[in-house]
Structures are given as structure tokens and as C-alpha cells.
């Protein structure tokens, strides 16, 4: 199995309340971040890297780009009215 995780917002813009940093990590350890403002954060991406790799994926790829700073990927936080994005996942059956 391969993993790509696609673009998101980042530890150092995500914001969130400590309550919900704490409650998120204990469902998706690793997440718990620190923004560069040094707030409570979460790092999404950091915790489905950890769960991935718990599970034994040993491919995980991502696109490093964050969703708040990258003015060309849709960001509701900079944004609320901007678009969405899309995930796709297949298996090829040749694999
Ligand atoms: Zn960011």
C-alpha cells in the first residue's frame, strides 16, 4: 500500500483551543502542535503520518504545501467563501 497524503493546513497556522488540540491528539496521536504564534495547534498531516505508519504503510508521500499560505489551494480559514478540494483513492488491480 501506498499513501499520499495531499495538501492541508500546516502545524504553525492551525490554531485550535487547547481542549480540542488535547482531544484530537488522544484520537490521532502526534497531532499536537504548536503555532508559530505559540498557540495550541494541530498538525493533521503528522498524525495520519504516525496512524499510517502504527499500521505498517511503509510509502507515505505527501504534498507539503499548506493550505493557508499557498494562495493557489482553497483555504476556509483564509477564505470561508473559497472552493473545495477533492480526494480521490483507487487500487489498481495490476499491482
Ligand atoms: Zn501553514
Known amino acids: 500500500m501506498e499513501v499520499l497524503l495531499g495538501p492541508a493546513i500546516c502545524g504553525g497556522c492551525y490554531e485550535v483551543p487547547a481542549a480540542m488540540r488535547a482531544e484530537v491528539d488522544a484520537q490521532l496521536p502526534g497531532s499536537a502542535s504548536r503555532t508559530r504564534r505559540g498557540t495550541p495547534g494541530l498538525d493533521v ?3 495520519l503520518y504516525h496512524q499510517l505508519a502504527d499500521l505498517g504503510v511503509a510509502r507515505i508521500g505527501g504534498d507539503p504545501r499548506c493550505t493557508l499560505e499557498s494562495r493557489d489551494l482553497y483555504s ?3 477564505d470561508p467563501r473559497s472552493g473545495r478540494q477533492a ?8 499491482r
Open 87 to 94: 480526494g480521490i483513492i483507487w487500487i489498481d488491480p495490476r
Open 76 to 78: 476556509h480559514r483564509r
Open 45 to 47: 498531516r503528522a498524525g
